[in-house]
C-alpha cells in the first residue's frame, strides 16, 4: 500500500484527527466541504484497476426558513449560519449494527445538522451511501432547559461519537450508544439496536462541548446484569470530565435488552486551564477482563496523560495523575495518535513531527527516542517523495518548483489492527506567494507501514491462532477487515512468499476435526476452529480477486475449494445432528417443505462429494427417521443407496430424486451438483437458497454483503425450515452477513 500513489483531494478539515478507520478497514476523512469514503482494495503492482474505491455523498437540501428577522444583539449572530454548509466531524458506529449488517457514519455538518448514513442497501459492494436518518429535528425535541447561561440555539450539536457494541453474549444483538454533545454542554445519549432510540441527557459542562471519546464497556461484578461505560468530554473553556454510563442489560432468545440508565459525571479537571483540549484517545482492555484506563489528550503544545483503574464495584479511581509532555518541536499540537498498547502512545504534531511516548510502570512519561527515530525516517520518506511529486506537477518557472517546503499534517491515524497508518497532510512552499492561506489547496492521503517487512511473520501467526480458537470470532469480529489489513502487509511488491506462509499455517488449522453441537445451531455453524479458519481462506479469496500476478494460485487455489467443502460438511452435519436429537412428537410435525428440506440437505452429502465421514452417516439416519415417520415419502431405494455408497461412487440415484417442482410449471427441476443452480425440464433455470438448497421462488430474500450468495428470508411460521433460518443470519459459506433485498 506504501508503495502506490497517494490519494489527491482538496480541501482542509475543519478539525484535526480529521481520518476515522471503522472495523472493516474502510476510512472516512472529513473534509470541510466533502467527506470521502475510502475503501483499499488488493490489486498488485501490475493491476490495472484502481487500488481503492472512492466514494462520498451529498447532503440533503436545507429546508428554507421564510420567516426574516432583523438581529440587533451580537451575541444572538450565529457565524455558522453565515457561511456555506460544511463538514464538522465523521465519525463510524461499530460494525454490524446499520441495517446493511456495516458500520453507521454519523455526521454533524457546521450548522448543526446530525446525519447518519449507511452503505447501500441494494448493493453494498458498490460503496454507494445513503441517508439512513436526520436526527436534527429529534435532538430539538429532546432539548432540556438550564440553570446556567446559554447560547443562542442550545441544542445545537457540536460532535457525535459512537461507543462500543454492547456484548452480553456473542451471538445475540449487541446494541451500541452514540452521544452528541451541544452548546448547552449537554450529553444526549441514544441506544440503537434496531432502531435509534433515545435514553437520557445530562449535563457535565456548562458551556460547548468540542470533543467526545468512549472506553469500551466493563461488566460490574457486584451486579451481574449491569455494564459500566465511560465517556470523556472536552469544553471549549478548557474543562475536562469523565462521566459513567450504567445499564442494566438482559437477553431473551439472542434478543439484547436494555433498561436503568445510569450516568454520573465522575471528573472534572482543568478548571484552571484555559486551553482547548483538540484531541482525545482512550485506551483500555476492559471487554476482556482488564481493569486500566488510559487517556491521553493533547490542549496546545502539551500532551497530558492520565492512568484510572475501575474497581470491581463500578468506582473510578486515579492510579496516576495527569502526567506533562512537552511538544519542544510544535507551536501548534498534535493533529493525530493512537495508543498502541498499555504502555505507548503513538503521535503526529500538525508540523510533520512523530512522537512515540512511553508510560512506564508508574505512569511517568517519555520520550521513545528509537521508535520515534523510525518514525520520522518514514515521514521525510513520505514527504519527500510527495515533494518530487509535486514539482513535477508544476510548471518550470514557477517559483514553487524551485522553493523547498515544510509538511502540514491535518490528520494521522492507525488502521485497526496498528500495521498502517493514514496520513493527510499538504506540502507548503517556504515561499510565500499567497496573499492568504487557501483553503483549496491539494492535500494528498498516504499510508506508512508501521511494521518493518518480512520481521513480523510470527506476530501474524500469533494472531491467527489466536482468531482460529476465538468462537466468537466469526460473531463479534470483522473477518473482512482483518484480512484485508493483513494481505496488504503480507504482500510486498508482488513478493508473496510471506502470503504463502500464512495460508500454509491455515491450511492445517483446516485438519482440526469439527464437533457437532445440537444444542445451539449458530455456534456449532460459525465457531468450530476448523471452520472460522476455512472462512478466512475464503475471504482471503474474495480480498484477492482483482490480486495480479497471481503466483499462489497453485497452492492457494485447492485450500479454498478445501475449505467451501468443510464449511458445507459441517454446517450439513449439524443440521442434520440437530433433527436427529428432536424427540418423535417433534420430528412426526414437520410440514411438508420441512421433509423437502431435510431431504436436500441430506442429498447434498452425496451430490456435492463432501467429508463421508461426517456428514453420509448422519444423512442415511435421516433417510431412515424420514421413511419410518412418513411411511409414504418410499425412501426404500434411496436407504439403499446411502448404506452401500462409498466416496467416488456415481450418484445418479440421489441426483433422479424429484425434490422440488418449478413455480412456473410444475416441472420437476434438477438440481446441477457443482452451483446453486437448477432447471426444470421446460428450461426454467433457478437460483437455490444457500442454505435450505431450495428454489428461491420469492423476489425478497437475503444476499451476502461479501460473495453474494443468496437465502431464503425467514418468516414468522414455528417450523424446522424457518428454525434453520434464522440460526443462520450470516452467510454460511464466508461468515459474512445477509442483508434483505
Not at 469480529?477 to 506462509?501: A, F, H, M, P, W
Not at 420469492?698 to 425467514?714: D, F, M, N, Q, Y
Request: aromatic share 10%; hydrophobic share 35%.
Amino acid at each position: 500500500m506504501e508503495y502506490q500513489s497517494n490519494i489527491r483531494l482538496k480541501y482542509r478539515p475543519y478539525f484535526t484527527d480529521c481520518i476515522q478507520w471503522n472495523e472493516d478497514g474502510q476510512m472516512a476523512i472529513c473534509l470541510e466541504n466533502q467527506v470521502h469514503i475510502i475503501t483499499p482494495l488488493i490489486t498488485g503492482m501490475s493491476a490495472s484497476k484502481d487500488h481503492y474505491i472512492h466514494t462520498g455523498f451529498k447532503l440533503p437540501p436545507l429546508e428554507k426558513d421564510q420567516s426574516y428577522e432583523i438581529i440587533v444583539d451580537p451575541k444572538e449572530i450565529q457565524t455558522s449560519y453565515l457561511m456555506t454548509e460544511g463538514f464538522r466531524c465523521a465519525n463510524w458506529s461499530p460494525i454490524g449494527i446499520s441495517q446493511t449488517k456495516g458500520c453507521f457514519l454519523v455526521v454533524v455538518t457546521t450548522k448543526h445538522r446530525v446525519l447518519v448514513y449507511q452503505s447501500s442497501k441494494e448493493n453494498p459492494s458498490t460503496g454507494n451511501w445513503e441517508l439512513y436518518m436526520d436526527m436534527t429535528d429529534d435532538l430539538k425535541r429532546h432539548a432540556i432547559d438550564h440553570d446556567h447561561p446559554t447560547r443562542i440555539n442550545p441544542h445545537h450539536v457540536l460532535y457525535a461519537s459512537w461507543s462500543n457494541r454492547l456484548i452480553p453474549d456473542p451471538i445475540a444483538t449487541k446494541p451500541a450508544f452514540l452521544a452528541l454533545s451541544n452548546k448547552a454542554g449537554d450529553i444526549v445519549l441514544w441506544s440503537y439496536t434496531n432502531q435509534l432510540q433515545y435514553l437520557t441527557t445530562f449535563t457535565p459542562h456548562t458551556s460547548f462541548i468540542n470533543l467526545l471519546a468512549w472506553t469500551s464497556w466493563a461488566k460490574l461484578t457486584t451486579d451481574d446484569d449491569m455494564t459500566d461505560d465511560d465517556n470523556q468530554t472536552s469544553c471549549t473553556d478548557g474543562t475536562l470530565a469523565l462521566s459513567s454510563v450504567r445499564v442494566q442489560v438482559t437477553v431473551d432468545e439472542r434478543e439484547t435488552q436494555l433498561s436503568d440508565v445510569q450516568v454520573k459525571t465522575e471528573f472534572v479537571w482543568f478548571a484552571d486551564k484555559t486551553s482547548i483540549t483538540t484531541l482525545i484517545k482512550i485506551h483500555d482492555r476492559l471487554e476482556t477482563g482488564g481493569r486500566d484506563i488510559r487517556i491521553a489528550i493533547s490542549k496546545g503544545v502539551v500532551a497530558e496523560f492520565l492512568w484510572l483503574v475501575l474497581e470491581e464495584d463500578g468506582a473510578l479511581k486515579v492510579k496516576r495523575d495527569w502526567a506533562s509532555y512537552d511538544l519542544t518541536h510544535s507551536a501548534i499540537g498534535l493533529s493525530g495518535g493512537d495508543w498502541l498498547d498499555d504502555g505507548v502512545f503513538r503521535c503526529y504534531t500538525t508540523e510533520g513531527e512523530g512522537v512515540t511516548i512511553k508510560l512506564d510502570e508508574v505512569g511517568d512519561v517519555k520520550d521513545d527516542e528509537a521508535s520515534s527515530l523510525v518514525m520520522n525516517h518514514r515521514l521525510e520518506t513520505m514527504f519527500g517523495q510527495q515533494w518530487m511529486d509535486d514539482q513535477m506537477d508544476v510548471e518550470e518557472d514557477n517559483v514553487v518548483a524551485a522553493a523547498d517546503a515544510m509538511p502540514y499534517i491535518f490528520g494521522a491515524s492507525d488502521a485497526p489492527n496498528h500495521i498502517w497508518t493514514a496520513c493527510y497532510f499538504a506540502m507548503r512552499p517556504l515561499v510565500d506567494i499567497h496573499y492568504r492561506v487557501e483553503s483549496d489547496e491539494h492535500c494528498n492521503l498516504s499510508f506508512m507501514v508501521q511494521k518493518e517487512r518480512g520481521t513480523e511473520m510470527e506476530h501474524f501467526l500469533k494472531e491467527l491462532d489466536r482468531y482460529v480458537n476465538d468462537r466468537g470470532f466469526f460473531f463479534v469480529r470483522s473477518v473482512r477487515g482483518i484480512v484485508r489489513e493483513t494481505l496488504e502487509y503480507l504482500i510486498e511488491d508482488n513478493k508473496v512468499d510471506d502470503l504463502i506462509t500464512w495460508i500454509k499455517h491455515l491450511s492445517i488449522c483446516l485438519k482440526i476435526e469439527p464437533k457437532l453441537d445440537h444444542a445451539c445451531i449458530p455456534r456449532a455453524i460459525y465457531s468450530e476452529p476448523s471452520n472460522i479458519a476455512a472462512r478466512i481462506l475464503i475471504n482471503t479469496e474474495l480480498e484477492l480477486k482483482d490480486y495480479t500476478p497471481r503466483e499462489f494460485d497453485s497452492e492457494f487455489n485447492p485450500l479454498v475449494e478445501e475449505a467451501k467443502m468443510l464449511v458445507q460438511s459441517t454446517f450439513v452435519a449439524n443440521i442434520l445432528n440437530y433433527v436427529l436429537e428432536l424427540s418423535d412428537d417433534e420430528f412426526s410435525q414437520f410440514t411438508e417443505q420441512d421433509i423437502t428440506v431435510l431431504l436436500l440437505l441430506s442429498d447434498s452429502s452425496f451430490v456435492s462429494n463432501t467429508e463421508t465421514n461426517l456428514v453420509l452417516p448422519l444423512s442415511l439416519k435421516v433417510y431412515e427417521r424420514l421413511q419410518t415417520t412418513f411411511p409414504n415419502l418410499n425412501l426404500e431405494q434411496v436407504i439403499q443407496f446411502a448404506k452401500d455408497y462409498s466416496q467416488g461412487d456415481d450418484a445418479d440415484v440421489i441426483k433422479q430424486q424429484k425434490r422440488e417442482i418449478c413455480p412456473v410449471c410444475d416441472k420437476h427441476i434438477q438440481i446441477f451438483s457443482d452451483k446453486l443452480m437448477g432447471v426444470c425440464q421446460a428450461g426454467h433455470f433457478w437460483q437455490l437458497c444457500a442454505i435450505t438448497k431450495r428454489v428461491l421462488y420469492t423476489p425478497v430474500v437475503r444476499a451476502c454483503v461479501a460473495c453474494g450468495s443468496k437465502s431464503l428470508e425467514p418468516t414468522q411460521d414455528k417450523s424446522l425450515t424457518n428454525t434453520i433460518l434464522k440460526s443462520c443470519d450470516k452467510c454460511i459459506q464466508c461468515g459474512n452477513a445477509f442483508i434483505v433485498q
